[in-house]
């Protein structure tokens, strides 16, 4: 004898559509802890110390030019100069002959000597110089020079 099938039963191994659905597992819901934001945003004290040294180091190199440039291994005939030193120790920069500060004119420089007494005759007073170190050139010469009368 057959059997005939039962309601909701399907001998195909097919749902049935009129059966009832089981219905889903409750799904998980996973709780993780909130994540602090990564801290790539902003500058660091180390990068803002950085900048701060690079400036100042640029800022000292170009000072350090500007003087330089302006000594008097730069002295030309015609040029005027004053003394930011003593006597005893002369340390001759170049300014403009109008200046105020201006106290002695180049008459003539004499390079690759010390010998001041190529001036006699020439000007009032030898100044001898030889430069050495980082910023000098690194020669020796003798500025042959007069003192401003005011």
Not at 19 to 39: G, L
Not at 68 to 91: F, I, T, V, Y
Request: glycine share 10%.
């Amino acid at each position: 004898m057959t059997q005939t099938p039962q309601y909701g039963s399907n001998p195909y191994g097919q749902p049935d559509p009129h059966a009832q659905q089981q219905p889903y597992p409750a799904q998980q819901q996973w709780s993780a802890q909130p994540t602090q934001p990564a801290r790539n945003g902003g500058i660091g004290f180390k990068k803002i110390l950085k900048g701060i040294v690079v400036v100042v180091a640029l800022i000292m190199c170009g000072v350090g030019y500007v003087a330089s440039r302006d000594d008097a291994d730069k002295a030309e005939a015609g040029d005027c100069l004053k003394n930011n030193g003593s006597m005893a120790a002369p340390d001759l920069q170049v300014v403009k002959c109008g200046a105020a500060e201006a106290t002695y004119t180049v008459v003539e420089v004499i390079p690759d000597t010390l010998d001041t007494a190529k001036c006699e005759g020439k000007s009032d007073i030898g100044y001898q110089e030889r430069t050495s170190g980082r910023r000098s050139s690194g020669k020796q010469f003798v500025l042959c020079i007069n003192e401003i009368k005011k």
